[in-house]
């Protein structure tokens, strides 16, 4: 069974800042990706990074990256200069290859609040 | 837009009624998959399919659940007999099996399911 860990309910960052949002996982999968997604109160959910098992270096996109530390089983995303409109619901979420099934195992989230 | 859509986007139904929600993925996209979402929650897994044939099923989703993907284009997702405890989100993602990806699941804007 797949597992995922994010301790923070919610976090208040002053704009600009960098902002870091925690992830554990725990998986006896040898192969897994781990996701982080956005959902705005509007409520879609829209993708942000991936970072596969075997991936040797740290995923980045823009902004965003995640830290990758696999041996502690922790897949952090930093945001860098946050922006009014970063604020949303965060999900760090993974995927184990199951009979092809690449279901999607979601944390509980963390609510990001970006003060002007 | 060729995104993932869903209909309709909000339901509201009193206790013991039936109700169908439609979602259309993206048209090249072979594998979609149902998700709940109960709120200050991430989204629970539901069911999958690849192509028409459903091939798993949670165990959060009842006998009064049933999925459907004929042709294996659109789906539909039928509740019968909603209880309040079906109030939710109800997410619909799609994606597609390549070597050069990673499976990212396209989300589309959910249906939100409220049972008075």
Redesign the interface.
Known sequence: AQK?TQTQPGMFVQEKEAVTLDCTYDTSDPSY?L?W?KQPS??????LI?Q?SYDQQNATEGRYSLNFQKARKSANLVISASQLGDSAMY?C?M?GTD???????????TRLTIIP | DTGVSQDPRHKITKRGQNVTFRCDPISEHN?L?W?RQTL??????LT?F?NEAQ??KSRLLSDRFSAERPKGSFSTLEIQRTEQGDSA?Y?C?S?S?SPSS?????????T?LTVL
Not at chain 2, 102 to 110: A, C, I, M, S
């Open positions: 995922i990706g996701f997604y509007s409520g879609e959910m829209i993708f991936y596969g999900f979420a995927w009979f092809g099934n690449e279901k999607l195992t979601f944390g509980t989230g | 594998r998959y998700y200050g929650q991430g989204p629970e897994f999958y690849q091939l798993e989100m997410l993602a994606s099996r990673y499976n990212e699941q396209f989300f589309g804007p959910g939100r």
